[in-house]
C-alpha cells in the first residue's frame, strides 16, 4: 500500500532527479511555461533561475503570487499538480549554491547579470498521482482485479509544508 508520505518522497526524488516542470501564476489567464526547478536540501522550497523579461517576472513584480506547477516524470510513474506562493527572490547566498554551467549558459553577465532572476516557489499543497505501466493495469484486470480499486491508494492529496 502506497501511503501519502511515500507519494511525497517520490515527487520530491522526481523534481530533484528530472527538474522540469510547467508553471504558471493561477490567476493570470495566462499558459503555463516550462521551467527548471532546482531543489536545494531534498525539498523545497524550489528555485527557478530566470530573466526578468520572463512573462512570471513581469506579473509578478516585487509582490507575492499564487502559482501551479505540474510535474510529469520522464517515465510516466508520476505526475502532481502543486499549489504554493511564487516570488522573486535574488537571494545571493542561494544563487552561489546553486549556480552551475547549465545555469550559467544562459547568462552572458553570469552571476551579476542584470537580467538575472531568481524565483522561490514554496510548494505547499500537492495532488499526486502514480502511474502503474499499461502493461500492469491490463494483467490487474485479466486477474479479474477491479482498476478502480488497484490504483486507489495511489493518489493522495499532499501538505508539503
Not at 512573462?55 to 504554493?84: M, N, P, T
Not at 502514480?130 to 486507489?152: C, F, R, V, W
Request: glycine letters at 10%.
Amino acid at each position: 500500500m502506497t501511503t501519502s508520505k511515500d507519494l511525497e518522497l517520490a515527487l520530491w526524488k522526481g523534481i530533484e532527479h528530472d527538474r522540469t516542470l510547467m508553471i504558471g501564476l493561477k490567476d493570470s489567464g495566462d499558459h503555463m511555461r516550462p521551467m527548471t526547478a532546482l531543489i536545494d536540501g531534498g525539498k523545497g522550497p524550489l528555485w527557478i533561475f530566470t530573466s526578468a523579461d520572463n512573462g512570471i517576472v513581469e506579473q509578478l513584480g516585487d509582490g507575492v503570487a499564487s502559482a501551479r506547477a505540474c510535474y510529469a516524470a520522464k517515465g510516466h510513474g508520476l505526475f502532481a499538480c502543486i499549489d504554493g506562493p511564487i516570488r522573486v527572490d535574488n537571494d545571493e547566498n542561494v544563487i552561489d549554491r546553486l549556480w552551475n554551467p547549465f545555469i550559467a549558459a544562459w547568462f552572458e553577465g553570469g552571476k551579476q547579470d542584470t537580467k538575472l532572476r531568481l524565483l522561490r516557489f514554496d510548494a505547499e499543497h500537492a495532488h499526486v498521482w502514480q502511474n502503474e505501466s499499461t502493461l500492469m493495469a491490463g494483467i490487474h484486470l485479466l486477474l479479474g482485479h477491479d482498476p478502480k480499486k488497484t490504483y486507489a491508494d495511489k493518489t493522495a492529496e499532499v501538505d508539503l509544508r
